[in-house]
């Protein structure tokens, strides 16, 4: 992974702890994320993550994103009507405010919230903070999206979301320096919506040896590393279970026009061994997987144009770890973060080898989905 990511020299860090929120989506339609879809990847289950910043030198705390929240008697009517043909399933267990009671943290110790975007399953419950917490969103948050339900009945966000004092909208920042260090970087990020938010958190500091190393959150940037993965500025380390090669092929039907190669491209990247860089832009082995689907996108080549930037200048960069909000590969069988308190800060996750983990085990899936794909047919 050669691509070197260009940010300004700091010696400043921020702590990041990784807080799994307890909540999941389950069977959620993947169509609505990405486009093609594979025979049995359909549906799955989606995790909720919060991530806890601190500067240690100002002794400020913030959050990144709160997710769903218990109550949901906010919600605008029409939103859930929306929801029902979906059939999803909504576990939550506790609000993230409650976990930082769990944890003794007091709320009145968090300075600010950064939302993402304005959408419920990440907005969470901002009531339950004191008045002296924060929230900062994105450019046209105001504008756009506010005073949302009730205070307007046709708005899909709702009011309470953003009733804290000392709302900050940031616009006219593309790049927010949050503590003036360069330790925390607010990125905007548009495409899922207007006002998306992510952001680039500072991990370690250079050294004569080493770069600086950063985590990345990338939010609703995408919600699959198969609308990003691969990418000709990504090399491809796999390995792949005995179990997989002895299993021949089945015949797939893709229903998609996109990228005639996909089923060629699976093969190679479940069969060939790793490859340079140095590869034909033409080459499937440099194309992701999926595409980034109309259905949840304000502006969906907006948002493929950012996931492709995402590729190419942060995950592809071994110095930074891309973490989107609904990143199962990084959780599921036995998974591969370390979450608030057990893990704080998780800093060292360079050294604890989070990023090779982690970065193609969505791939797993693909396998699982080959085999059932393959049993469907021999029936």
Known sequence: MATKLQVPASSSIVNVSIIDS??????LPYYIAMTPLY?????????CYVFLIHHPLANTRLLYDLDLRKNNTHLNPHLVKKMVPLQLGFSIEKDTADILHENQLGLRAIDTIILSHHHFDHAGDTTKFPPTTNLLVGPGTKAKYRPGYPADPD???STSDTAIRGFCDICGF????CFGDGSLYILHTPGHTANHLSALARTTPATAEENSTFIFMAGDLVHSGMCFRPDSHIDVLITIPNRALNTPPPSLSIHHHHHHHHLLLLLLLLLSPPYSSETEPDDPRTQPFSLIARSVEEDSAVSQANATTLAARFDADSDVLAIYVRDDRLLDSGGVLEFFPKATPTNEWKGKGWKIR????????MVRAFEAAGGANDR
């Open 155 to 157: 708005n899909q966000g």
């Open 174 to 177: 593309k790049v927010f320096d």
């Open 22 to 27: 307890t909540s999941r989506i389950n069977n």
């Open 39 to 47: 025979p049995g990847y359909e549906h799955g289950f989606v995790p």
């Open 358 to 365: 982690g970065h193609w085990r969505f791939r797993d899936k």
